[in-house]
């Protein structure tokens, strides 16, 4: 536990915390929304901070990023809480349960990276936001030994918190989840603050993808899909987009995304992205390769998280040349 970032102290003992939209205001022993951060005497502290409720070796496409390093892995790491309340969180079980923890210091995950040969370490499974101070710590401590950082995130952050993280982060994957109802009625967040987000760190020049689990009858109608993919293209058409399928978890009983779903969602998506991928589907292996969206040759072919092939040559085309967006060394 330490002193929180990011909180105003107001009369009575009460504080203010300002690192999400929420702006949660908490008496004397509350806790936020969030639940990872508490007012205690007046002060907000952040109960996650190097209190690890899960953490393993991934392979960056798990994230997924499919043009940050293809083929490393990552040493991931999560505490407990979230700034939503999704009803289908795969992760429920420390985003929105206390689940145990261990004590785990920075320097020790570093280390545990470096020992596995990882390429960095990623923020992840449960919200980064909730623990940032954590996150925050981390990244220089991972640079002195070369690693990368990264944050797997909903992207519900304010400006200043927002722009403070981004010069020390390599790469962000941020999740869009659908319209500003969906956000209100199934997230408990809003959708404009993640827009934001998204804009704010891919002009800032970190490396940003997306992704968006689709939902039979709750955030796959065309009108709304069309339009946020038309919201991205406007931020970059070259934005990777990963149309993520949906299996039931948590609340959600909706039967899981059948694939001819998933494939008007990447018909529509590609008319409008130039990087768009299937994510949790087999079968469709072409869904998951990256071609050059000028020449259509295929550049990195994979099987589910498993790179199979990289042709890339510093970074860019090996036949005509064009430019993949990314970082790939
Ligand atoms: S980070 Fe947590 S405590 Fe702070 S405003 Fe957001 S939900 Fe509330």
């Not at 890339?312 to 430019?323: H, V």
Request: with cysteine; glycine share 6%; charged share 25%.
């Amino acid at each position: 536990m330490r002193e929180a970032l990011y909180y105003k102290k107001e009369p009575l003992f009460r504080v203010r915390c300002v690192l999400c939209p929420h702006r949660c205001q908490m008496h004397k022993g509350q806790a936020g929304l969030c639940r990872s951060r508490v007012n205690q005497d007046g002060e907000l502290m952040t109960t996650a901070y190097e209190e690890v409720s899960a953490y393993g070796l991934d392979p960056v496409e798990k994230k997924p990023l499919y043009h940050f390093l293809p083929g490393r892995d990552l040493l991931t790491y999560s505490g407990n809480g979230c700034t939503f309340r999704c009803t289908f969180c795969a992760n429920h079980m420390i985003s929105q349960e206390d689940a145990p923890t261990a004590h785990l210091g920075v320097p020790e995950l570093v280390e545990l990276a470096r020992r596995h040969g990882a390429a960095g370490l990623a923020a992840s499974y449960a919200e980064p936001v909730v623990f940032y101070e954590f996150v925050r710590d981390m990244a220089p401590c991972a640079r002195e030994q070369g690693l990368k950082n990264v944050a797997v995130t909903n992207g519900f952050i304010l400006e200043g918190p927002l722009r403070d993280w981004l010069p020390s982060l390599d790469a962000l994957k941020v999740d869009l989840k659908g319209n500003e109802a969906f956000y209100r009625e199934v997230c408990g967040g809003q959708a404009d603050p993640v827009w934001r987000t998204v804009r704010i760190a891919h002009e800032s020049g970190v490396h940003v993808e997306t992704a968006m689990p689709l939902i039979p009858s709750l955030n796959d109608y065309h009108e709304d899909f069309d339009e946020m993919v038309g919201k991205l293209a406007e931020i970059s058409p070259e934005i990777p987009f990963h149309i993520q399928a949906y299996t039931p978890a948590h609340r959600m009983s909706v039967d899981a995304t059948p694939l001819e779903d998933l494939e008007r969602a990447y018909e529509a998506a590609s008319r409008s992205l130039k990087f768009v991928y299937l994510q949790n589907v087999s079968g469709v292996p072409d869904r998951q390769t990256t071609f050059c969206p000028d020449c259509r040759e295929p550049l990195i072919r994979r099987d589910g998280n498993r790179v199979l092939e990289n042709r890339l040559k510093e970074g860019q085309c090996p036949r005509c040349a064009r430019a993949i967006p990314g970082v790939f060394s």
